[in-house]
């Protein structure tokens, strides 16, 4: 029950590396924002920590000039578009050159420890598979894209277990958020706050095979990645973020600590004049702070069918209230190149 505190590639990202939420790092949407420079990243800490680290993107907006690109002594992000009205979000390459470059990355680094950084764009729209994936999947596109990112995965531990690392290596495998694919109204994302964009998949692989086969069950955040790969790799100077906990205590038995999920969105204001919107979820409860505000109950409406905030829950008010407090202040985005 992992979820993302932005359902926009490049801020997710900058959760990611940073641990922080936007509200921190600066970063609220895919252009025009820049990753506050006195903020540290994984990369740079793995790197003072003796790591290599290295990063291949999928996408013009993860290009390293936002920032996110900090830390990494190989960032390629050459990702070029192939049409000069080409919309910024789908400027994109296949995977498989992505992977293949970071490879090449990974097999130049010998015995050194290394930080391998991996981003897939596949599945995003336009929803347009490579074969056989193209054909196999005519009937949905996009699980078309979904296998063929799979296939890219496998390729690419297949790759880690050649070289004899793979046993030996910490492996994270997630999404930066969801795609509504037409619930509540929404094709794609970035406009919206249900569980459909903010609900991901988040798998970790420890060294050997330690705590292999468990489930954190308790709702966790993206955020938490960062001070996860902190403490299993003991690396000094991370900082203690305040909110974030370790998945590997969590999966090792660790009580989760009471706490409610932050998640935000500028989209809808920053390109379209629309509200901005803010959530905040806490065990089965998924608080939306829009215009007209909503309340879901995840146990038992799992797709938000049913607004329940008009017969006033019992948790709502403590949960706008924590809202309230840790909204994000509008920062009016910077001018972007041509």
Known sequence: RAFSPVPLTLPSHASLFTGQLPNVHGVHDNLGYRLKPEIPTLAELLKKGGFRTGGAVSAFVLGGTSGIGRGFDFYEDGVEPIASY???SLIQRPG???AALLERWIDAQGEAPFFAFLHLYEPHTPYDPVEPYRTRYAASPYDGEIAYADAIVGEFLSHLKQKGVYDRSLVVCLSDHGESLGEHGED???ILLYRSVLQVPLLMKLPGKILAGSMVRDPVQLTDVFTTIGRATAV???????GTVSLVALA???KAPIRSLYSET????IHYGWANLASSLSGQWHYVDAPAPEFYDLGADPGEARNVVATKPGPLRAMAADLEKRRTAFETPGPVSD
């Open 86 to 88: 080409s919309s910024p």
């Open 96 to 98: 498989a050159e992505t």
């Open 188 to 190: 794609e994302h970035g």
């Open 236 to 242: 000094a100077g991370f900082p203690e973020i305040e």
């Open 252 to 254: 090792a038995g660790a």
């Open 266 to 269: 500028y989209f809808p204001r």
